[in-house]
């Protein structure tokens, strides 16, 4: 509800969390660098291929420019490190 108020700010850097659909903020903030938003969830116990696809997804909705891949909120120490080297992994090889 509040991001054309926040474009308005100028901040150079937005973080996202889960509340809006990833294509909107994209559409709404062209410009900005927005920082999000994977689910922590998918690290826990899903499968390395839903990861991958979760990954995508992000990426082909918020682009691979003007982006800081991360998390829509922190780690809670539950994830399965062998997932979330899927997900840097399927970041770093993403291609348009």
């Known amino acids: 509800y509040s991001l054309p108020a926040l474009k308005e700010a100028k901040y150079d850097v ?3 969390d889960d509340s809006i659909e990833r294509a909107d903020a994209r ?3 062209p ?5 999000g938003n ?3 969830k998918l690290l826990v116990d ?8 979760a990954a995508r997804e992000m990426l082909d909705a918020l682009g691979s420019q003007k982006l800081i891949a991360n998390l829509c909120e922190g ?6 490190p062998a997932l979330v080297s899927v997900l840097v992994d ?6 348009v």
């Open 31 to 35: 410009g900005v660098c927005l920082q």
């Open 38 to 40: 994977f689910d922590p």
């Open 75 to 80: 780690l809670s120490g539950k994830e399965d």
């Open 46 to 53: 899903s499968s390395a291929d839903e990861v991958r696809a």
């Open 27 to 29: 559409r709404l903030l």
């Open 90 to 95: 399927a970041i770093h090889d993403y291609e």
């Open 14 to 16: 937005l973080t996202l």
